[in-house]
C-alpha cells in the first residue's frame, strides 16, 4: 500500500485521461446499392462519368485516400446520381483496371503519371507535314503502348501534303499496322481499326488529332489549331483528356492534350523486348544484366543476326526503340 497523496493502486489519479468514446469498427461498407459508370474526364478534382446513359458529376471519397483516378477508369458510384443540375455522387471503389498507359514527366523523373486506364488500343496520330514527323516522339508513344500491353496503331495524318512512304518505312519491320488519312478524306480504314474497342489517340500539337476526333464524333466540338509557322509547332487545344463513344462503332476514342515530351523512366527493357515474342525467344543466350542495346556484348540478338535467324532491320528498329528511353524526343 503506497502512502502520501496517491497509492499506488489509485492510477486513474496520474494516468492521462482517457477518451470514453467508442472504439473504431474494422467493418467497411459494402456499397451493394452503387452504380457502375466510366470516367469520361477529369477536372480540378471532379470526375464527369458516363452511367446508365447518362452524365454524373462525382468526387473521390475520403475512404480512397490518394489512390487516383483517371479518364477510362470503372468506377463504382453512390449517392445523387441522377445527373441533374447541381448534384454531386461519390466514387467509392475503382475496379482492377486491365491496361494502365503511363508516362513521367522527363527521364529523370522517378513519378511515374497515369493517363488513361482501360484502353486496347494507342493510336499514335503524326502529320506527314507541317508540322513535320517527330520520329523520336514517336518511337517513345510505341514503347509505352508496348510497355502498357496495348495494340499500337500508326495514324498519319495529311498525306495530301507528303508521300506516307517514307515514314512507314522506318516502322514496317516493327510490324505496326497504319492507316492513313486526309482532311476530308474517307475514314474508313481507321474506323475500322477503331470499331469495338476503346482506343487513346496521342499526338503533338497540330498534327490534326482534333480534326479527325470531330470527324469521328461530329458532336464532340474539339478545338482546333494552327501550327506556328516559325517555330513548325502547333499549340495546345485540347486541354485534358476526353472520352466519346463513337457513333455506330461499339467503341470508344479517348482524345489526349498534345504532348511535347513522354518521358519513359519506368520502363525496362526486358519488359519491352516481352512485346517481341521472336525476339525475346533469341535473347534467352544473353548473359546476365543484358539491356538487348547496340553495345552489348555477347548479346543473343547480334548471334541471332548472324546466323541469319533474325531480320536485321527488325533487331535494327527494337533497338531504335530501346534507345528511344534515354534520347530526348527532340
Not at 490518394?66 to 477510362?72: D, E, H, M
Not at 495524318?157 to 474517307?186: F, M, N, Q
Amino acid at each position: 500500500m503506497g502512502t502520501g497523496r496517491y497509492s499506488d493502486q489509485d492510477v486513474e489519479h496520474y494516468d492521462r485521461p482517457r477518451r470514453h468514446t467508442r472504439p473504431r469498427t474494422k467493418d467497411r461498407p459494402t456499397y451493394d446499392d452503387a452504380h457502375d459508370g466510366v470516367v469520361v474526364t477529369v477536372d480540378r478534382g471532379r470526375y464527369t462519368l458516363l452511367l446508365e446513359g447518362h452524365a454524373v458529376t462525382a468526387m473521390k471519397a475520403r475512404p480512397l485516400g490518394r489512390k487516383g483516378v483517371v479518364v477510362g477508369d470503372r468506377v463504382r458510384v453512390v449517392g445523387d446520381v441522377t445527373g441533374a443540375e447541381g448534384s454531386l455522387a461519390r466514387i467509392v471503389e475503382v475496379t482492377p483496371r486491365t491496361t494502365t498507359l503511363r508516362r513521367t514527366a522527363d527521364d529523370d523523373d522517378p513519378v511515374e503519371r497515369i493517363i488513361v486506364a482501360n484502353a486496347e488500343q494507342l493510336v499514335v496520330v503524326t502529320a506527314l507535314a507541317d508540322p513535320d514527323p517527330q520520329p523520336r516522339l514517336i518511337d517513345r508513344a510505341l514503347v509505352a503502348a508496348y510497355d502498357a500491353g496495348m495494340a499500337p496503331l500508326l495514324c498519319l495524318t495529311k498525306a495530301d501534303l507528303a508521300d506516307p512512304e517514307t515514314l512507314l518505312g522506318t516502322y514496317r519491320s516493327l510490324g505496326v499496322p497504319w492507316v492513313v488519312t486526309e482532311r476530308g478524306g474517307d475514314l474508313a480504314a481507321i474506323r475500322e481499326r477503331l470499331a469495338g474497342r476503346t482506343s487513346v489517340l496521342v499526338g503533338s500539337s497540330g498534327v490534326g488529332k482534333s480534326t479527325l476526333v470531330n470527324a469521328l464524333v461530329p458532336a464532340a466540338h474539339r478545338d482546333v489549331g494552327v501550327v506556328n509557322a516559325v517555330t513548325g509547332r502547333g499549340r495546345h487545344t485540347s486541354t485534358s483528356a476526353y472520352m466519346l463513344a463513337l457513333p455506330d462503332l461499339d467503341g470508344w476514342i479517348i482524345d489526349t492534350p498534345g504532348i511535347r515530351s513522354f518521358g519513359l523512366a519506368h520502363v525496362q527493357p526486358e519488359h519491352l523486348i516481352e512485346a517481341f515474342p521472336d525476339l525475346d525467344e533469341m535473347t534467352e543466350v544473353c548473359p546476365r544484366g543484358c539491356t538487348h542495346g547496340e553495345a552489348e556484348p555477347e548479346c543473343g540478338l547480334d548471334e541471332a543476326v548472324a546466323r541469319a535467324a533474325a531480320d536485321p532491320e527488325r533487331v535494327s528498329s527494337f533497338r531504335r526503340l530501346l534507345a528511344a528511353r534515354t534520347e530526348s524526343a527532340y
